[in-house]
Structure formats: C-alpha cells, structure tokens
C-alpha cells in the first residue's frame, strides 16, 4: 500500500548547457519535469524557451535513409560514442550516407521501374509465339498498320460478316473467353477498321517498335536484356549492403540520440531564462537520486538542488509501487484515479479483496484451473493486460471450488469438502447437513451479508486513517464512513443482529443514547464543530500554534487576510435542521443499501450452481458422446458468460461500494521525460 518516495530537483546553470542537461535528464529515465512558474506580475524578466522541432525532420531523414539501405533502426541503440552534438553535425554525417547511397538508390529504382515494363512487355510477346514477321517493321510500317490485342471469342464468329472490308485477320493463343490476335489493315481505312473491331470488344496491346526480329526472337533478345538488368540490380544490392554493414550500426545510434536530443529540445517549453541563465524543476524517485546526480556531473556548470517532498506540498506526481502479486491490479485504481500524493495506495486492497470476491461468487475447481491456465497463455504469447488478474482470480475460484464442493459444476466429487456440510457451520441454521448450495442457501446469504459487513467496517477504518493524515477531519471524523459513522453502523448491526439472531437485546437506553444517538447529534452538528475546531487551530491548517509557541495578534490577523478561503456560508436555523435530518436520513440509507448490496455475492453462487444444474439436465437427454458433448459447451458458455460478468460485478463493487468509502484520488501521475516523443 505504497506510493514511492519522490524527490523535488531544482536545476539551474549557464544556458549554454541547457541541452546537454535536458538530453541528461532524458537518459536519466526517471524525471518528471513540472512546467514553468508564471513569472507575471513579478519583478523578474523572464521567458520560456520555445521548441522549435529542429530535430523532427533529421528524425525523418534518418528513418528514409536506413529505409533505403534495409536497415533496422534500433532506437534503444547506446550513443556514447557519437560526438554529434549540433544540427550541423547530425546534418553533414546524413548528407555524408545520403551521398553515398542516393545515385545507387535511384539507379535501383529506375532499373525496377524499367523490369516491371520488360516483364509485362515479355509476357504479351508469349501470346504471339509463331509470328514470323518482323515486330518493328509491321510497328513502323508506312502503308500498312497493325494492330495488336485480344478478342472476345464470341467475336470471332462475326468477323465472317465482314470479309469486304479491308483487313487481315490472324489468331494466336486462345485462352478463356479470349483469343490473342493481329489485323493489318490499310493506313486509309485505320480509322473505320478500328472502330469495327472495337464495336466486336477488341482490345488493344501495344508492343514498342524497337522489339527486333519475330516474336521469339524479340521476346528472347528482351529476355536477354531483362537479365542483364537483373544482374546490374543485384550489384547495386550488395553495394548497399555493403554501405548497411558499415553504417549500419552507427545510423542507429545517431537515429537514438536524435531521438533522445529531440526529446529534450521539446522539454525547452518548460525551462525559464533570466540573467543568462536556465532554470527548471521537477521530480524523480527518490531511490534514483544518487545516479541522476551522477548523471548531472557530467555536464558541469550547473546547480542542482534536492528537496524532500512533504505531504504538504501541492503537484506532487504519483508512482505506485507493489509486488508481483498486486501489480496487475494497479490498473483498476488508474481507471478509478490516481491517490493523493499524500494518500495511500490501495492497490493491494483492491487486489485481496478482487480476488476474495470473485472466488466467492465464482467457486469451481475445474473452471478455475482453466482460468489459470487461459491467464497464464495469454500473458505468455500476448500483452493482454487482464491476462495476469486472469491467473489470480482463476487460483481464487478454484480454493473456493473446494469451499463449495464444486469442480466443473458437480458438487459430488468434493462433497465432504463443502463448508456448508461442516456441523459447526450448518448446525446454526439446519437439523442435518445440506446436500447441496441450494439447500444452504439461507446461510450462503447470510454469509454473505457478513462478508459485506466486514468489508464495509475495513473501509471505514482506512478512510478515517487516510483522512486524518490528510487532515480532512470532516470525513475522517464526522462523515459517514468516519468516526461518528463507523460507531453508528458497528452499532446498528451488532444491536440489531444481536437481537434478531441470536436473540440477545443489545438495544438498551444506554446502549441506544451512546453508541447510535452520540453518533447522531455528532453528524447532525459537524459543521458548527468543525467550525469551532478550526477556531482553535485544530483543523484545516489553520493551527496557529508552532513548536509548542503561539504567534502573536498581529500574525494571526496576517495569515487570516492571506486565507483565500470562502467563509462559511450562514445559514437560517430552519435550512440548517432540514441539511442535518437529510444528511442523517441519507447516511442511514447508504449503510442499508450498502449492506444489502452485497447479497449479490450469495446470488451469484446460486446461480452459478443453477446454470450447471440446467446443463447437468439438458446432458442426462443425451447418450454417451451428446452428454459430454453438452456438459463440455455448458462449461466453456458458464466459464465466459457468468465469469465475465461476475468480473463486472466485483469491479462494481470495488468501485461503488468500497472506493467511494475510503479512496482520495486526485494524484498527478509521474510521467517520466525520456523518450516521451513520437515521430511519425
């Protein structure tokens, strides 16, 4: 239940190491820079550095660069070899590989463009193998033209309808539904004979008139070429290869501290400048301040000073820190908010109390263990971020698998395991032991009921603790899940437990005047106590006293004209008597439906038992394979429908029924300066 210690840096120097000290801070992987102090209105001449994006289009340039080579830029790369450290060097090393790689690349890139043209131009001479006739002299042909192309085989029946125009008509491969082919008609009737054999689908291919000799000498000539291409392809290839092995390496290294440099010029919108000098500030854990001092070593000419935090101090950033087994359940707080910096981390609370409840509204041996194992593949082969709460929850229903007697929905196998069968337990409201839950389920009720109870009392016991520490004493000691508040309801229910189960009378006058009437007139008048509380120093911060001292008159009426607080505001008797019966009334009712709200947890494992059981039927109808078959489907809909929305259920209650008693959120998270930046 830990927020980690953090530490406020101050950090000044002479502003010509304002980069080297912000690239530090970003390796440093660990500071929370806090954004400028408004210095308006005051009598210092400052301004903010301005972040200019120098480095974006380096960023880019690089990432082409390396894209161009087939490299694999590696961002994580250690740059402490590279002296690089201006825009004009990073500049002339890109240049130097850009020189190098650009006239290869572009030659590459023509020859591909010009092999895509070949290859398609190859492929078409194929369809008119056994032309004998010279391409480029029918192609340039003065008094005669030739058309290539393919028609549509439904086509080739009509041309006998026009045997008295003028054309030659020849064939070549048929293929599908068309036939490759080549006219020759006279240059004067191009245009008419054209449309003809547009108007029957013809459609043309054009071959370039350089193609010497007839199609397969053409197509072998082109052939020919293409290779000859192909080889001067894969010479460029290996030369750039040869240029990636080199550079490869360093290009990556200059890319991560491009990147690292990039960061830290956009933390530049965050640092003030006055008298020639940089100033900012921030947080990093206070377990790394030994090796971020190291780190601000290197730069020299800089003042760095520490502050330990107090719970006093305002913008405080938030790091939780927990164990294996509670860290996964850190995201259901984040969903919820961040604590206070000054609160408690109630991750592990969460976490114990996730996973008691699923156990309890979902308890199988045999569906918890696959749970487990689901969790445990999920967080091997994925970064499914429920995938290790999976793995817990699932070790959680499978012990109250054993509690219940359950294992894949049969309650025989683990019969004598069941708690409900145990005489000291069933003895209180049964003559014999129940068969099975749902002839306990009076008790499974009734426990859960005192599970709700329990659960709301802890609540209240950590929000006055928290709420003392954060000196809010309205909550902590007048609220509903207070002091007064906690009195009032340990006392409603062991007075009216007491006397309705165990037929012990509790509610005594004196019983009834302390412990549920003091309470009461306490709620009712908070505000005139708090009042008089803050008077005499005891509450809110306004405690005048200091080592034991008292401050003189006119101090006290100084730091009264410095309180920016609103007075309180007056009230008539009557709206004050109608605020103090309302707050009670609704006190009262939260504790009932608060209580009652956690008989969903005895719901729930009845109904679990009562989907098995409508399985277990519907698989008696069948023989042999049906039967399994059925009792397989009715595990696997049980184990993802109702699991799921028992998760549902238990969030509910983690955030409506204990987080709203005890949590105060309002914590800035700590968001380290490293790397923050993306390029795309």
């Given at each position: 239940?830990?927020?980690?210690?953090?530490?406020?840096v101050?950090?000044?120097?002479?502003?010509?190491?304002?980069?080297?000290?912000?690239?530090?801070?970003c390796?440093?992987?660990?500071?929370?820079?806090?954004?400028?102090?408004?210095t308006?209105?005051?009598e210092?001449?400052?301004?903010?550095?301005?972040?200019?994006?120098?480095y974006e289009?380096?960023?880019?340039?690089?990432?082409?660069?390396?894209?161009?080579?087939?490299?694999?830029?590696?961002?994580?790369?250690?740059?402490?070899?590279?002296?690089?450290?201006t825009?004009?060097?990073?500049?002339?090393?890109l240049?130097?590989i850009?020189?190098?790689?650009?006239?290869?690349?572009?030659?590459?890139?023509?020859l591909?463009?010009?092999?895509?043209?070949?290859a398609?131009?190859?492929?078409n001479?194929?369809?008119?193998?056994?032309?004998?006739?010279?391409i480029s002299?029918l192609l340039?042909?003065?008094?005669?033209k030739?058309r290539?192309?393919?028609?549509?085989?439904?086509?080739?029946?009509?041309?006998?309808?026009?045997e008295?125009?003028?054309?030659?008509?020849?064939?070549?491969?048929?293929?599908?539904?068309?036939?490759?082919c080549?006219?020759?008609?006279?240059?004067?009737?191009?245009?008419?004979?054209?449309?003809?054999?547009?108007?029957?689908?013809?459609?043309?291919?054009?071959?370039?008139?350089?193609?010497?000799?007839n199609?397969?000498?053409?197509?072998?000539?082109?052939?020919?070429?293409?290779?000859?291409?192909l080889?001067?392809?894969?010479e460029?290839?290996?030369?750039?290869?040869?240029?990636?092995?080199?550079?490869?390496?360093?290009?990556?290294?200059?890319?991560?501290?491009?990147?690292?440099?990039?960061?830290?010029?956009?933390l530049?919108?965050?640092?003030?400048?006055?008298?020639?000098?940089f100033?900012?500030?921030?947080?990093?854990?206070?377990?790394?301040?030994?090796?971020?001092?190291?780190?601000?070593?290197?730069?020299?000419?800089?003042?760095v000073?520490?502050?330990?935090?107090?719970?006093d101090?305002?913008?405080?950033?938030?790091?939780?820190?927990?164990n294996?087994?509670?860290?996964?359940?850190?995201?259901?707080?984040?969903?919820?908010?961040?604590?206070?910096?000054?609160?408690?981390d109630?991750?592990?609370?969460?976490?114990?109390?996730?996973?008691?409840?699923?156990?309890?509204?979902?308890?199988d041996?045999?569906?918890?263990?696959?749970i487990?194992?689901?969790?445990l593949?999920?967080?091997?082969?994925?970064?499914?971020?429920?995938?290790?709460?999976?793995?817990?929850?699932?070790?959680?229903?499978?012990i109250f698998?054993?509690?219940?007697?359950?294992?894949?929905?049969?309650?025989?196998?683990?019969?004598?395991?069941?708690?409900?069968?145990?005489?000291?337990?069933?003895?209180?409201?049964?003559?014999?032991?129940?068969e099975?839950?749902?002839?306990?389920s009076?008790?499974?009720?009734?426990?859960?009921l005192?599970?709700?109870?329990a659960?709301?009392?802890?609540?209240?016991i950590?929000?006055?603790?928290?709420?003392?520490?954060?000196?809010?004493?309205e909550?902590?000691?007048?609220?509903?899940?207070?002091?007064?508040?906690?009195?009032?309801y340990?006392?409603?229910?062991?007075g009216?437990?007491?006397t309705?189960?165990?037929?012990?009378?509790?509610?005594?006058?004196?019983?009834?005047i302390?412990?549920?009437?003091?309470?009461?007139?306490?709620?009712?008048?908070?505000?005139?106590?708090?009042?008089?509380?803050e008077t005499h120093?005891?509450?809110?911060?306004?405690?005048?006293k200091?080592?034991?001292?008292?401050?003189?008159?006119?101090?006290?009426?100084?730091?009264?004209?410095?309180?920016?607080?609103?007075?309180?505001?007056?009230?008539?008797?009557?709206?004050f008597?109608?605020?103090?019966?309302?707050?009670?009334?609704?006190?009262?009712?939260?504790f009932l439906?608060?209580?009652m709200?956690?008989?969903?947890?005895?719901?729930?494992?009845?109904?679990?038992?009562g989907?098995?059981?409508v399985?277990?039927?519907?698989?008696?109808?069948?023989?042999?394979?049906?039967?399994i078959?059925?009792?397989?489907f009715g595990?696997?809909?049980?184990?993802?429908?109702?699991?799921?929305?028992v998760?549902?259920q238990?969030?509910?209650l983690e955030?409506?029924?204990?987080?709203?008693?005890?949590f105060?959120?309002?914590?800035?998270?700590?968001?380290?300066?490293?790397?923050?930046?993306?390029i795309?």
């Open positions: 239940m830990a927020i980690e210690k953090v530490t406020l101050y950090i000044e120097g002479n502003l010509r190491k304002i980069s080297k000290t912000l690239t530090k801070c390796e440093s992987g660990a500071f929370h820079i806090n954004p400028p102090p408004d308006s209105g005051t210092f001449t400052a301004k903010n550095l301005k972040d200019k994006g120098v289009r380096m960023i880019k340039r690089t990432k082409a660069l390396a894209e161009s080579l087939g490299v694999k830029l590696d961002e994580n790369s250690s740059y402490d070899d590279i002296e690089y450290t825009p004009t060097d990073f500049k002339k090393y240049d130097s850009d020189k190098m790689q650009s006239e290869l690349s572009e030659e590459k890139l023509r591909n463009g010009e092999l895509r043209a070949e398609a131009i190859y492929h001479l194929l369809r008119f193998s056994g032309l004998d006739a010279d002299e340039t042909c003065r008094y005669v030739a290539f192309g393919r028609i549509p085989n439904g086509s080739m029946r009509k041309l006998a309808f026009y008295d125009r003028l054309f030659s008509f020849y064939p070549f491969e048929s293929k599908e539904n068309f036939t490759w080549l006219y020759l008609t006279p240059a004067d009737e191009k245009n008419s004979i054209d449309y003809l054999f547009n108007s029957l689908g013809f459609e043309r291919t054009v071959l370039p008139d350089y193609l010497k000799g199609s397969d000498q053409a197509a072998h000539m082109l052939l020919e070429e293409m290779d000859g291409e080889a001067r392809v894969n460029i290839e290996e030369e750039l290869k040869k240029i990636a092995d080199k550079e490869g390496e360093k290009l990556s290294k200059v890319y991560a501290k491009l990147r690292m440099t990039n960061s830290s010029y956009e530049r919108t965050n640092v003030t400048v006055f008298d020639s000098k100033h900012f500030s921030g947080y990093i854990p206070t377990k790394e301040k030994k090796r971020f001092s190291e780190l601000m070593d290197d730069v020299g000419d800089i003042t000073s520490y502050r330990e935090t107090t719970p101090d305002s913008g405080v950033p938030v790091i939780l820190k927990n294996r087994l509670f860290r996964p359940f850190e995201m259901f707080v984040k969903m919820y908010g961040l604590p206070a910096a000054n609160g408690i109630p991750t592990p609370i969460v976490a114990i109390t996730y996973m008691l409840l699923y156990g309890m509204m979902f308890g041996v045999g569906q918890g263990i696959c487990i194992l689901l969790g593949l999920l967080t091997k082969f994925t970064k499914f971020s429920l995938a290790p709460i999976l793995t817990r929850i699932g070790f959680s229903s499978t698998g054993f509690v219940y007697g359950s294992v894949f929905g049969n309650e025989e196998l683990l019969k004598d395991f069941a708690i409900f069968r145990f005489p000291p337990i069933y003895s209180l409201f049964y003559k014999e032991a129940p099975n839950v749902f002839q306990a009076t008790l499974l009720l009734i426990m859960a005192l599970v709700g109870v659960l709301i009392i802890m609540t209240m950590i929000n006055i603790f928290v709420s003392l520490k954060m000196r809010d004493y909550s902590g000691i007048f609220g509903a899940s207070g002091i007064c508040g906690m009195v009032l340990t006392s409603l229910v062991a009216f437990g007491c309705i189960a165990l037929g012990i009378n509790l509610l005594t006058p004196a019983y009834i302390c412990l549920i009437g003091l309470p009461i007139l306490l709620i009712f008048f908070k505000e005139p106590l708090l009042h008089q509380m120093g005891l509450a809110s911060g306004r405690n005048v200091k080592n034991g001292g008292n401050i003189d008159t006119g101090l006290k009426a100084k730091l009264a004209e410095m309180d920016d607080r609103p007075a309180p505001e007056k009230k008539s008797v009557g709206i008597i109608i605020e103090g019966f309302i707050d009670i009334f609704e006190t009262c009712l939260t439906s608060n209580t709200s956690y008989l969903r947890i005895g719901g729930f494992i009845l109904s679990h038992a989907l098995m059981l399985f277990s039927i519907i698989s008696e109808m069948f023989d042999g394979v049906g039967s078959i059925v009792m397989i595990n696997i809909f049980v184990t993802g429908f109702e699991g799921f929305i998760g549902i238990v969030l509910r955030f409506y029924e204990l987080f709203s008693r005890y105060k959120s309002g914590g800035i998270p700590f968001k380290s300066v490293s790397m923050s930046t993306k795309s």
